[in-house]
């Protein structure tokens, strides 16, 4: 899947997720009408809650205004968006989820660190697994500057 933005490894304590966008469930640019605005709470394990017969990127969470990443003492970092951003928190970097043949191995390659992607755009996922790629508003622009602003704080 492409995206742009920053992914940030974290220590293993940072387990607990709440966030004010889009949820409860994954959603993604092209695919987020299901999902309503809200406050949501979920840990980093169930994030990984929509699995696929083919392991592949998941759980992103679209126009989130916030979210905090805490240990179980409620310490850690707030991120705020000056717009909104996307984000997901799993126990996987890309690369081993996309190596991976079948979702039922993810058990034999979830890390104990957390891989956090703040997301500026992610292209819209189409049906590129068995159809047609995104529809073109849902790719990323080529040859044209994005951007996005955030805050991050700590929590203690």
């Given amino acids: ?43 980093v394990k169930d994030m990984e809650e929509e699995h696929y017969v083919r392991a592949q990127s998941m759980g992103s969470r679209e126009d989130v205004r ?14 705020t968006s000056k717009d909104q951003l996307g984000f997901s928190a799993l126990h996987f970097p890309d690369k081993d989820l996309w190596e991976a043949e079948h979702g039922f191995e993810l058990n034999n390659i979830r890390k104990p660190e957390v891989y956090l992607s703040l997301d500026c ?17 849902y790719m990323i622009p080529v040859n044209q500057p994005v951007g996005y602003s955030f805050r991050i704080e700590p929590v203690r």
Avoid at 15 to 40: C, L, M, T, V
Avoid at 69 to 77: A, H, M, T
Avoid at 121 to 137: D, Y
């Fill in 121 to 137: 755009i992610q292209q819209g996922l189409g049906n590129a697994s068995c159809g047609p790629r995104p529809l073109p508003q």
């Fill in 66 to 79: 916030w979210f905090i990443i805490s240990d179980k003492n409620n310490r850690g970092l707030k991120i």
């Fill in 1 to 43: 899947m492409h995206r742009l933005g920053l992914q940030v490894i974290m220590p293993q304590e940072f387990e607990n997720i709440q966030w004010y966008g889009r949820g409860p469930h994954e959603n993604y640019w092209d695919r987020k009408r299901s999902a309503y605005f809200g406050q949501f709470d979920k840990t």
